[in-house]
């Protein structure tokens, strides 16, 4: 785990990278910031009240002096922001819904990532996944020829890295979502140097058993080769068939997979989420994220039980993101 994040501070750090944390007050946000700004990692950008943040931090006996502080209220860039935020949503809102909703901290702070202002958001210690996410799609908007967002973990233990997804957004995917999904997860991949090899998963191995839901992903599997033909990308596999080589080799001979991925799409968000909490809790592997993938700019969702040092975490995931 270590080594993972060596890597990414190493590609963040110097870079100057603004990373809004929308959620002040909250003491593992003030906490990650000050750690952040200190490092030299990101230039924190806290949303709130000045004096408010500034007296909380002091409270704590944390140094928050390297990071920036907003606050919605009074924001001397307030009537560009509410412009740009009617001019984005294309007659979905008024100036003076815009003027409201920009009170909001998550919807405040994806404003100043999608004007330039920042270059990514992390949120969700306090808010729900909705709460952050809605925002992005809103305002920010998924990358062209990407219809959705999709969430993936890295999972690490020791030196071995993989990638699963999604785990955390996509509830029913069809072939054309789980073919973005696949193609999103191999930049994610090689954003923590995973050279992938992206397995599409199901409970058949090439043809073995034919159903709606195996068919689905084999359609995957080909509009993924059609949009990226350099990418080694197989399935429908079984687990195993993708992950042991003696078992491919009996099940896929002609995979070039050759039971050696290291990139997992799973068919559904049931099944990926089941996947990466067995991993997690049997393998003993450290589950990283979720990532989110798939945005024009990175934002990223925190869990309400997360602590400081996962705030640490994603908001360095997210400087990498925007490189």
Same mark, same amino acid.
């Given at each position: 785990?270590?080594?993972?994040?060596?890597?990414?501070?190493?590609?963040?750090?110097?870079?100057?990278?603004?990373?809004?944390? $929308?959620?002040? +007050?909250?003491?593992?946000?003030?906490?990650?910031?000050?750690?952040?700004?200190?490092?030299?990692?990101?230039?924190?950008? #806290?949303?709130?009240?000045?004096?408010? %943040?500034? @007296?909380?931090?002091?409270?704590?006996?944390?140094?928050?002096?390297?990071? =920036?502080? +907003?606050?919605? =209220?009074?924001? =001397?860039?307030? !009537?560009?922001? %509410? @412009?740009?935020?009617?001019?984005?949503?294309?007659?979905?809102?008024?100036?003076?819904?815009?003027? !409201?909703?920009?009170?909001?901290?998550?919807?405040?702070?994806?404003?100043?990532?999608?004007?330039?202002?920042?270059?990514?958001? %992390?949120?969700?210690?306090?808010?729900?996944?909705?709460?952050?996410?809605?925002?992005?799609? @809103?305002?920010?908007k998924t990358k062209p020829g990407i219809k959705k967002t999709s969430g993936v973990f890295i999972m690490v233990r020791e030196e071995e890295k993989y990638v699963f997804a999604d785990c955390a957004?996509?509830?029913?995917?069809?072939?054309?979502?789980?073919?973005?999904?696949?193609?999103?997860?191999?930049?994610?991949?090689?954003l923590f140097d995973v050279d992938p090899k992206v397995a599409m998963l199901s409970f058949s191995t090439k043809g073995s058993a034919k159903s709606p839901e195996t068919e689905k992903v084999a359609e995957a599997v080909k509009m993924a080769k059609e949009k990226? $033909?350099?990418?080694?990308?197989?399935?429908?596999?079984?687990?195993?068939?993708?992950?042991?080589?003696?078992?491919? =080799?009996?099940?896929?001979?002609?995979?070039?997979?050759?039971?050696?991925?290291?990139?997992?799409?799973?068919?559904?968000?049931?099944?990926?989420?089941?996947?990466?909490?067995?991993?997690?809790? #049997?393998?003993?592997?450290?589950?990283?994220?979720?990532?989110?993938?798939?945005?024009?700019?990175?934002?990223?969702?925190?869990?309400?039980?997360?602590?400081?040092?996962? %705030?640490?975490? +994603?908001?360095?995931?997210?400087?990498? @993101?925007?490189?």
């Amino acid at each position: 785990m270590s080594d993972l994040f060596e890597t990414l501070t190493d590609k963040v750090h110097g870079k100057g990278k603004r990373i809004v944390l $929308p959620e002040a +007050l909250d003491e593992r946000i003030l906490t990650a910031a000050s750690r952040l700004a200190t490092k030299g990692l990101v230039i924190p950008v #806290l949303v709130g009240n000045e004096d408010e %943040v500034k @007296q909380k931090a002091g409270e704590l006996g944390l140094d928050i002096s390297a990071a =920036e502080i +907003l606050d919605p =209220e009074s924001y =001397e860039g307030t !009537e560009e922001m %509410v @412009q740009s935020f009617v001019e984005r949503r294309k007659g979905k809102a008024t100036e003076a819904d815009a003027k !409201e909703i920009l009170k909001d901290g998550n919807y405040f702070g994806t404003m100043l990532v999608y004007m330039g202002k920042a270059d990514g958001l %992390v949120s969700g210690a306090v808010h729900s996944t909705a709460d952050t996410v809605r925002p992005a799609l @809103q305002i920010i908007k998924t990358k062209p020829g990407i219809k959705k967002t999709s969430g993936v973990f890295i999972m690490v233990r020791e030196e071995e890295k993989y990638v699963f997804a999604d785990c955390a957004i996509n509830m029913t995917p069809d072939s054309v979502d789980l073919a973005e999904i696949a193609l999103a997860s191999s930049e994610t991949a090689k954003l923590f140097d995973v050279d992938p090899k992206v397995a599409m998963l199901s409970f058949s191995t090439k043809g073995s058993a034919k159903s709606p839901e195996t068919e689905k992903v084999a359609e995957a599997v080909k509009m993924a080769k059609e949009k990226n $033909p350099d990418l080694m990308i197989d399935g429908e596999f079984q687990f195993d068939a993708a992950f042991v080589p003696s078992v491919a =080799e009996k099940k896929a001979p002609d995979s070039p997979l050759k039971g050696e991925a290291n990139t997992f799409i799973f068919p559904s968000l049931e099944a990926g989420n089941i996947g990466y909490k067995i991993a997690q809790r #049997l393998g003993g592997f450290d589950a990283v994220g979720p990532v989110l993938q798939g945005l024009n700019q990175p934002v990223n969702d925190l869990s309400r039980g997360c602590n400081a040092d996962d %705030v640490y975490k +994603l908001a360095l995931i997210t400087a990498a @993101q925007s490189l």
